[in-house]
């Protein structure tokens, strides 16, 4: 049973007369409803055919479905807006993912962002397993597909090892405690940029995100998630290009002073169940 405590009356004055201001949470299951609006921001470049697996796993509850369209010549903007008539569609001006999402975050009106490639790899049904760990108390909560529950159906085996020496790197120099670098499946709550500052348009954002919020002292939960092979069109990703530039990011953070290390700091790191590590 809860309680609330109300502010004293005048004299004379019913303190029912002056009800506390509704608000209206969003149900999202039978034990979880939430008050803070959730945007949606999904970067895109010719992906008319991916969009309609993307949008039918979205949550009905979300506040806004943000597409970030990379001047596509194929039927992107007119498939979107027919799947999610509300949608709220920015026009790119400049090129790479990373400039994408901060063009689309730019655009949010929500106090917490998801991010969701528009491939068709990724399961909106996740996102709630995203914003309960934001509501639970975490401040960035980190798509992992190796962490326990987590899967990947798109790695090479080079990509994957790749990706695993990386994350090495990061958890060594920075003090984190990752499973998964190079994942784009991430949700946050909006102050979270004023502390991260992204200033880079390529792929490697999502590095570059992962090292600032455990160098800004942000609290971290890794969400298990399952990342299925793109659906229709090929990749762009180049293992051996991409991940060069992932290692500059590292070592120039590395360089970088803005901010202090968590570990110096004392947050805690924190797995999916909320246990510090």
Not at 40 to 45: K, Q, S, W
Not at 158 to 182: E, M, P, Q, W
Not at 213 to 232: D, F, N, T, W
Request: proline share 6%; hydrophobic share 40%; glycine share 8%.
């Amino acid at each position: 049973m809860s309680s609330a405590v109300r502010p004293a009356a005048e004299p004379g004055q019913d303190p029912l007369d002056n009800p506390p201001p509704a608000v209206n949470y969003r149900p999202i299951s039978t034990h979880l409803a939430i008050a803070p609006p959730v945007s949606v921001v999904i970067p895109a470049m010719n992906e008319a055919e991916n969009l309609p697996y993307v949008f039918k796993t979205l949550p009905d509850w979300i506040h806004e479905v943000v597409l970030v369209d990379g001047n596509s010549t194929d039927d992107t903007v007119a498939v979107a807006r027919e799947l999610w008539p509300d949608v709220k569609v920015v026009r790119q001006l400049g090129k790479g993912k990373g400039d994408a999402l901060i063009t689309g975050f730019e655009a949010c009106t929500g106090d917490i962002i998801v991010m969701v490639d528009a491939d068709g790899s990724a399961d909106g049904h996740e996102i709630v397993s995203y914003v309960s760990a934001l509501v639970s108390g975490a401040d960035f909560a980190k798509g992992s597909r190796f962490a326990n529950g987590g899967a990947t159906d798109d790695m090479t085996p080079i990509r994957k090892l790749g990706n695993h020496v990386l994350c090495s790197v990061v958890n060594a120099k920075f003090g984190a405690r990752y499973t998964d670098l190079c994942y784009g499946y991430n949700a946050f709550w909006r102050h979270c940029l004023d502390k991260i500052e992204l200033d880079c348009t390529g792929f490697e954002v999502e590095t570059l995100m992962n090292i600032r919020v455990v160098k800004a002292g942000l609290k971290v939960q890794e969400i298990p998630s399952h990342e299925y092979l793109r659906i229709h069109g090929v990749s762009n990703l180049s293992a051996v290009r991409d991940g060069l530039r992932v290692l500059k990011v590292i070592l120039t953070e590395r360089s970088n002073r803005r901010g202090q290390p968590r570990r110096a700091r004392g947050v805690p790191f924190r797995t999916r169940q909320g246990e510090a590590s």
